[in-house]
């Protein structure tokens, strides 16, 4: 699919969030249900990011706030992904202290990827990853770029929406994001890999150094 293809698809899926937030706010069940399918998916795969094999339990904790606070949200729908991914992501650090144990991610539950080739934009690696849901090799990069990377491809906030979320300023957010899918895109591309992620113990995200 080409670039203005995503953008309106993204844009017609955050129409219909939107929607369903509303309808959500005023009681409808079928309103919140809605919500709960178009952003459980990438909410879970972030936490899972951090958290690892503890996500499915993490990301109910930030569902169960989400539900608790609907009523204060105040935005459209892809503000409505942001909120929910900076509840998850406090749950998900909470969880790391209390375990005191660093973020790391689990295995990927699907092993091929979708390779992008070394003409290939950071934009096409974000849709190459997405579809592999590659969350084990975004774990080798730089904890700092493998969490704006996250939220850009699993999770599919912009650069304003990912940094509002790290508490960082929007440049800095999609400089780290735009050096670590131009990594991912060299990885990938170096040396003609087959492109399949093998299974392996849970990796931890590097931290900068």
């Known amino acids: 699919m080409g670039k203005g293809g995503e953008r309106r698809r993204t844009q017609a899926c955050d129409e219909e969030l939107g929607a369903a937030v509303e309808r959500a706010q005023q009681g409808d069940?079928?309103?919140?249900?809605?919500?709960?399918?178009l952003v459980h998916p990438?909410?879970?795969g972030y936490v899972r990011g951090l958290a690892g094999e503890d996500a499915e339990d993490v990301t109910s904790e930030a569902w169960l706030e989400i539900a608790r606070d609907l009523g204060r949200f105040r935005g459209d729908g892809a503000g409505f992904r942001g909120w929910t991914a900076t509840i998850a992501r406090h749950r998900a650090l909470d969880h790391l202290r209390k375990q005191k144990r660093r973020p790391r991610t689990s295995v990927i539950e699907q092993d091929?990827?979708?390779l992008?080739?070394?003409?290939?934009?950071?934009?096409?690696?974000?849709?190459?990853l997405s579809t592999g849901q590659a969350l084990e090799l975004i774990a080798t990069l730089p904890r700092e770029q493998a969490e704006a990377v996250l939220l850009r491809v699993v999770v599919?906030?912009?650069?304003?929406?990912?940094?509002r979320v790290l508490g960082k300023r929007?440049?800095?957010?999609?400089?780290?994001?735009?050096?670590?899918?131009k990594r991912l895109a060299?990885?990938?591309?170096?040396?003609?890999?087959?492109?399949?992620?093998?299974?392996?113990?849970?990796?931890?995200l590097k931290d900068e150094t």
């Open 116 to 128: 992008p080739g070394r003409q290939d934009t950071a934009d096409d690696a974000i849709e190459a």
């Open 112 to 114: 091929v990827l979708e």
């Open 186 to 204: 060299e990885q990938l591309a170096d040396g003609g890999r087959a492109g399949v992620v093998t299974s392996a113990a849970p990796r931890t």
């Open 42 to 44: 990438g909410l879970l």
């Open 29 to 37: 069940e079928d309103g919140f249900a809605t919500a709960y399918r």
């Open 170 to 181: 929007s440049g800095s957010v999609r400089t780290s994001a735009y050096r670590g899918l």
């Open 156 to 163: 599919g906030l912009d650069g304003p929406a990912a940094a």
